[in-house]
């Protein structure tokens, strides 16, 4: 009895000294296929740090940093661009993070109607700690102050374009100008009123916006126009109503796929005299791509492509743009062009309707915060003999550009895809000088 009493306690004093045993086996094997042991201080397994973020959306890549910690000697598992919806995050085994906004987000923001959004990532550690960090982006919008009809002065006949880079030029004549119109925003930044002067500084039109949300995001809205009788006061007819209703590509997305505009035309005794229904259709290359067509139909008839849009490798600047007739012949193409800054300097249109060729030059003058555009014929500005009945120039003065406002709100509001390109902005240059016809291939059209 003794005997087997001191060969159990033996056996007893190996087990516990590490001595083999199944159960022993199987906890060893456990914490050798861990990186880690986790400490038993549950403060340690806390994750702090930059676990929140801002960033600005602008119009080139740009990219934020931050930094965590595991509170222990536990290491970060290594993300490498780790794709999110509007960007790519990476984190390294020691906690640096960073996030890229996608080279194409600006122009996936130009479908959006939204002011912010969240890109949500997870990340582990090798104790399997899990943590989110949350990238907010910030939309800032530019926007349309006023936009002013300018008579540029001449001699005899002969225009001098040349005047319409000159930033003292063009704010003389702006403020010598009654023909402008100015717009009003909510706090919200969307449009709400537009006010049309003629050349005597009476009001000429007068459109209204009232728009529709839900769940942060704009789903639609009215917009009705007014007609004032010059010279009279305060007399006007409605001109128009229409209501416009947005289509989105999922309940969770804020990219507009379709859009419906109805539209009741009246005359001067209030009756309707026409109206109409247009269907609006977007395709884009991918997720983050940019618009590559747009799909019209009008009054329930069929649909047909009416613009289709051609890119450099389809991420970068619009470089082509055809409209078409509802038998698929094109009847315009534009063909766009950029300075240096990336800023659109001139688009050269074929009207294949008239047989006319002109271009819309932008001339830019940041110190005013304005841009300068204007149409000349192309056989004009060949030949440099531009006159006063071929040209029309207007002043477009922006605000809010100390951030570089990434999205026309004017345009996006009214035409739901917006057009600027970030170019008012501190610290780029004036225009100093316009394309020549060589190299807008004016020469070689016919």
């Known amino acids: 009895m003794l005997k087997q009493l001191i060969t159990l306690g033996l056996f007893t004093t190996l087990t516990a000294c590490g001595g083999s045993s199944s159960s022993t086996d199987n906890q060893t094997e456990a914490k050798d296929n861990n990186q880690a042991e986790a400490p038993s201080n549950n403060n340690e397994l806390n994750i702090t740090g930059d676990t929140h973020a801002t960033i600005v959306a602008l119009s080139k890549n740009n990219t934020i940093s931050g930094k965590l910690s595991s509170g222990s000697n536990a290491t970060f598992n290594v993300l490498t661009n780790d794709s999110g919806r509007f960007g790519k995050f990476s984190i390294d085994a020691n906690g640096r993070w960073t996030y890229t906004a996608h080279p194409a987000n600006y122009n996936l923001l130009k479908t959006y109607n939204f002011d912010s959004f969240n890109d949500v990532f997870t990340v582990t550690t090798s104790y399997g700690q899990t943590q989110t960090v949350t990238i907010t982006v910030e939309v800032k919008y530019q926007r349309l102050a006023r936009i002013t009809k300018i008579r540029v002065p001449y001699e005899g006949n002969s225009v001098d374009l040349y005047v319409l880079l000159d930033t003292q030029s063009v704010e003389q004549m702006v403020a010598e100008s009654y023909e402008y119109t100015d717009l009003e925003y909510k706090t919200d930044n969307n449009l709400t009123l537009r ?236 225009t100093v000088a316009l394309p020549t016809a060589e190299e807008l291939g004016l020469t070689a059209l016919n």
Do not use: M, W
């Open 195 to 430: 006010t049309d002067y003629n050349f005597e500084g009476d009001i000429s039109y007068q459109s209204e916006y009232i728009y529709k949300k839900e769940n942060g995001k704009i789903t639609g809205f009215d917009r009705s126009v007014k007609s004032f009788i010059n010279g009279v006061g305060n007399i006007f007819y409605q001109r128009l109503n229409s209501t416009y209703q947005y289509k989105f590509f999922d309940d969770l997305s804020y990219r507009i796929s379709n859009y419906s505009r109805q539209t009741k035309y009246f005359n001067s005794l209030g009756e309707i005299h026409s109206e109409i229904k247009v269907e609006t259709r977007y395709k884009y290359a991918n997720f983050y791509g940019k618009k590559t067509a747009v799909y019209t139909s009008f009054d329930g008839g069929n649909e047909y492509q009416s613009r289709e849009y051609q890119y450099i490798n389809n991420e970068l600047e619009l470089t082509k743009q055809y409209r078409y007739r509802e038998d698929g012949s094109v009847y315009r193409e534009y063909s766009y062009h950029h300075d240096a800054y990336n800023r659109q300097s001139a688009y050269v249109l074929e009207n294949y309707l008239t047989n006319k060729t002109t271009v819309q030059f932008y001339a830019y003058h940041p110190q005013i915060n304005a841009i300068v555009a204007f149409v000349i014929e192309k056989d004009s500005y060949e030949t440099n003999t531009a006159t006063a009945t071929t040209l029309a120039a207007h002043v477009y003065q922006y605000d809010d550009t100390a951030e570089c406002g990434n999205v026309d709100r004017v345009q996006s509001a009214v035409n739901v895809l917006a057009t600027s390109q970030c170019r008012i902005k501190n610290g780029l240059p004036p």
